[in-house]
């Protein structure tokens, strides 16, 4: 057995800055979304603005990856213009019969010929009318591009998903997941909606397939008498969010029969989690079926699946889920084909804490399962039944984690609370894989209720949308009998609804997270980027924003979220020489927070969390998840950006900005030459009602001026300013272009400027 440390990091916000342009590389979906260790296999990638990838980044080592062919299908205002075109020759050419008094009509080839369309255009043409003439095909520009990859995968490459990404020149696109798995792998093959598709010719083996708009793909296996089969789908895992979707992933349902088409196993679902899972034990040697599609019979080339088949282990649920920093805990897993159920698991070290540990256990010829083990600081104990009621309560201290279970359908562990104040109770199990849906009551002995919560909704969850663990703050007297109840809201139990229940003092903590995951950029350039805070137990305080260990000259401004903030928009400026081996490749950077609960005065006392690179997905047109990825990387491309022309003269940190009013802020020149009317700014980050523009005084000195509406704004707002600068050319007439049009010339984005609003407006 083994563990690595980890942290379920993830976190709903609002779009990322887009530092790319509207035209970035989209990644939409992966066919097939893996390959087999060992092999090499093409994949077609499927989205919008492939044409220009020049790279391709992919985490890890071991995986050699090529791009082989671009296509995309002909549009239809391609196919419009092209047919337009033969209609207008035909029409000349019937003209032109006409004239000469001869009868008849030029033929379609004679027709092609004179147009000067190929035999390639000929081809997309009747391409584009079957799928014009499919009647469940949805057209989908972000779909339409495919880019044709070839990888091949070392023998000794790690198992597991990858984070694959396009780069261009100018843009780095979203990720994709490729999985790196053990078994061999097949392709469907279509049509296999009545007659199911022969690929499968032993197991275990993965199925890779596609699902369209009313699709069903069935399957057709071998098994013996005795077998214990585990069919285990791979959807949402494979692209957890579709953008245009409702539900907002595609959502799988299988189905099991044998040879006489006698249903043996249905799933939609695995407990909570979408993705179903079957297992059943083979009653007979007989040929099996089985059937996977969408559950409202939707489709598209983005409904991508792979299921796993074979007698292979599988953990439906483990006991304890967790244990206490630098102990060793006997974790038993529960789930099929496992050939050892009791794994010890040695936790972190104090010093290297981090919440949660990924553990793996070998079961035999070499297969590993994995599970995730939460740690904490406080002392552990278990449930002890009976504790269904007051008089079989049982005792526990305020700062302390329990480890519980919900044994059958209404069962209730009731806890006798020792001691009091100001306590937060909070259960962790939906969160790390039990089916349990909580919820907490906190009561006196006479039955009074103090607190209740049922769902807490973590925002640090971006893949978890069944939020059902609970979080209750309570203020318990400290005379009297009080009593904590914990039941499934469902009235569900079982041997897999386990809990991890800590019971505390409010204790101040934060996360953060960082958008975009991957920048591209040139160099000198300054990029926006977001941190967000995840604040918990009531932390207010500031968080100073750091670089670790950065290569020479990136730079953060604007690198302070204030205590009321939950996000602050900053900057990260890019420098402008970089060592000749790195240009064009990916640099690894890392960012923490460091803070420090106000009831604590010593540096040592300072609460240093990292910044976790997140993604953009969003689900269902509506919701947005900040999806944590493995890497915040920095390319670096392009020529080198123009240099600002001026700079910013801070008068202190920060600015004060009146509420109603002007203010100004001075700038160095560096081109000396440079007037007022010469560059144009935009403010895409600050307070209402701000607007910007350049001022030169009689002297020549130039400065911004900053302008505030009569709007409401709170005194003591604190933020930032990100502001572009740009140029409006009028180009001068020429005889080729008699009436030119006004362009605009990006120079990019100035330092983030931190700002504060005052209560009065200042003296200038």
């Not at 071991?62 to 029409?91: A, F, N, S």
């Not at 000259?553 to 205590?563: A, C, E, K």
């Not at 390319?635 to 003269?649: N, T």
Request: proline share 7%; aromatic share 8%.
């Amino acid at each position: 057995m083994n563990c690595r440390f980890f942290v379920f990091l993830f976190f709903v916000a609002s779009i990322a800055v887009n530092q790319s342009g509207a035209r970035e590389p989209h990644l939409a979906y992966g066919y097939p979304a893996g390959c087999q260790r060992g092999t090499e296999c093409e994949i077609v990638i499927g989205g919008q603005h492939l044409k220009d990838a020049k790279d391709i980044y992919l985490a890890g080592e071991g995986v050699e990856i090529e791009i082989l062919d671009w296509y995309r299908p002909m549009t239809q205002g391609e196919y419009t213009g092209l047919r337009r075109k033969m209609d207008e020759v035909k029409e000349a050419m019937m003209a032109k019969l006409e004239a000469e008094g001869k009868f008849g009509e030029p033929t379609f080839d004679e027709i092609v010929k004179q147009a000067g369309i190929t035999e390639d255009q000929l081809k997309e043409m009747e391409i584009y009318r079957q799928r014009d003439r499919d009647p469940k095909r949805q057209p989908n520009d972000q779909l339409e591009e495919q880019v044709t990859v070839r990888i091949k995968v070392a023998g000794d490459a790690e198992l597991g998903k990858r984070e694959l990404r396009f780069l261009t020149d100018d843009a780095i696109s979203n990720p994709l997941w490729l999985h790196i798995g053990r078994w061999h792998e097949v392709r469907e093959t279509e049509p296999n909606n009545n007659e199911p598709d022969q690929a499968i010719d032993s197991i275990p083996v993965v199925v890779n397939g596609q699902i369209m708009p009313g699709d069903v793909d069935r399957f057709v296996f071998d098994a013996r008498k005795g077998q214990k089969i585990v069919i285990e789908a791979g959807a949402r895992a494979v692209i957890p969010f579709l953008a245009d979707a409702v539900p907002g992933w595609f959502q799988a349902i299988m189905k099991l029969t044998d040879s006489s088409g006698r249903e043996l196993s249905y799933a939609d679902s695995m407990y909570y989690r979408q993705d179903p899972v079957m297992y059943f034990e083979v009653p007979k040697d007989d040929r099996y079926v089985f059937e996977i599609r969408d559950t409202l019979y939707r489709g598209r080339e983005d409904f991508v699946y792979r299921v796993t088949v074979g007698e292979i282990p599988f953990v439906t649920s483990i006991y304890p889920l967790g244990g206490r920093v630098d102990s060793e805990v006997n974790v038993t897993l529960n789930g099929w084909n496992l050939t050892q159920t009791q794994v010890p698991v040695k936790t972190m070290s104090r010093k290297k804490y981090r919440p949660t540990m990924l553990c793996e256990s070998e079961q035999g010829s070499g297969v590993s399962v994995k599970f995730p083990v939460q740690v904490n600081y406080w002392p552990e104990v278990f449930d002890e039944e009976p504790n269904n009621d007051y008089a079989t309560a049982q005792p526990i201290s305020t700062r302390v984690t329990i480890n519980g279970h919900i044994d059958y359908p209404g069962d209730e562990d009731v806890y006798k609370i020792n001691g009091g104040g100001r306590l937060i109770m909070e259960v962790e199990a939906r969160r790390l894989g039990s089916p349990m849906d909580s919820s907490l009551r906190v009561t006196d002995d006479t039955g009074k209720e103090l607190g209740f919560n049922d769902d807490f909704k973590d925002l640090s969850q971006a893949l978890q949308t069944h939020h059902a663990d609970s979080h209750l703050s309570v203020t318990v007297p400290g005379t009297g009998n009080h009593y904590l109840h914990v039941t499934d809201s469902q009235n569900s139990g079982g041997k897999d609804f386990s809990y991890r229940l800590t019971m505390r003092a409010p204790d101040s903590d934060y996360e953060l997270r960082v958008t975009p995951a991957s920048i591209i950029a040139r160099a000198g350039a300054v990029v926006p980027i977001t941190v967000f805070a995840l604040r918990k137990d009531g932390f207010d305080q500031p968080i100073h924003l750091r670089l670790v260990d950065p290569p020479a000259g990136f730079q953060l401004d604007g690198n302070v979220i204030p205590g009321d903030a939950d996000s602050i928009r900053m900057t990260l400026k890019i420098p402008r020489k970089q060592a000749d081996d790195a240009s064009g490749q990916p640099i690894a950077m890392e960012m923490e927070g460091v803070s420090m609960p106000a009831r604590r005065s010593r540096a040592r006392d300072q609460i240093i969390r990292p910044a976790v690179p997140a993604e953009n997905m969003m689900q269902a047109f509506i919701w947005y998840h900040l999806v944590t990825v493995e890497k915040w990387n920095v390319v670096i491309s392009g020529r080198a950006r123009s240099a600002m022309p001026f700079s910013a003269i801070m008068p202190a940190p920060r600015v004060v900005l009146p509420q109603t009013g002007e203010f100004y802020v001075g700038l160095n020149l560096t081109d000396k030459k440079l007037k007022a009317d010469d560059l144009g700014l935009e403010i895409s980050a600050g307070p209402p009602g701000v607007s910007a523009e350049f001022f030169q005084a009689p002297n020549g000195a130039m400065a911004i001026k900053f302008t505030m509406e009569e709007k409401e704004i709170e005194p003591g707002l604190e933020g930032n300013l990100i502001i572009s600068v740009y140029k409006d050319v009028m180009p001068k007439p020429t005889e080729e272009n008699p009436e030119p049009k006004e362009y605009r010339v990006d120079y990019g984005y100035m330092p983030a400027i931190p700002f504060g609003i005052a209560e009065k407006k200042p003296r200038r």
